[in-house]
Nanobody, 116 residues
Framework: VQLVESGGGLVQAGGSLRLSCAAS????????MGWYRQAPGKSRELVAA????????NYADSVKGRFTISRDNPKNMMYLQMNSLKPEDTAVYYC??????????WGQGTQVTVSS
């Protein structure tokens, strides 16, 4: 599975961004997809995840109520709507896909910068 993120950029605090992740290849094997982020000097952390059917989602406490994860399986797309952005949301955001055998694929990352 190949993953390509888009939609990052520079935004002021309180603003919004929508990240997109396009999946290609053996997309039929994808089970769970998620967004991770890594800020400078910090380890990569899970931001949000969504199951294959979209019926189950989970979020990091720091983004609950502000971010929404979704996926469009026919289009092989996943999205992260980010509202009320804060400077501490600044990071490189990565798309992740895990198949039914727990093998993982990663995108190249997209930079999100929130200015105060």
């Amino acid at each position: 599975v190949q993953l390509v993120e888009s939609g990052g950029g520079l935004v002021q605090a309180g603003g919004s961004l929508r990240l997109s992740c396009a999946a290609s290849g053996s997309t039929f094997s994808i089970n769970v997809m998620g967004w991770y982020r890594q800020a400078p000097g910090k380890s990569r952390e899970l931001v949000a995840a969504i199951t294959n059917s979209g019926g189950h989602t989970n979020y990091a406490d720091s983004v609950k109520g502000r971010f929404t994860i979704s996926r469009d399986n026919p289009k092989n797309m996943m999205y992260l709507q980010m509202n009320s952005l804060k400077p501490e949301d600044t990071a490189v955001y990565y798309c992740n896909a895990r198949d039914w055998f727990s093998r993982e694929s990663w995108g190249q990352g997209t930079q999100v910068t929130v200015s105060s």
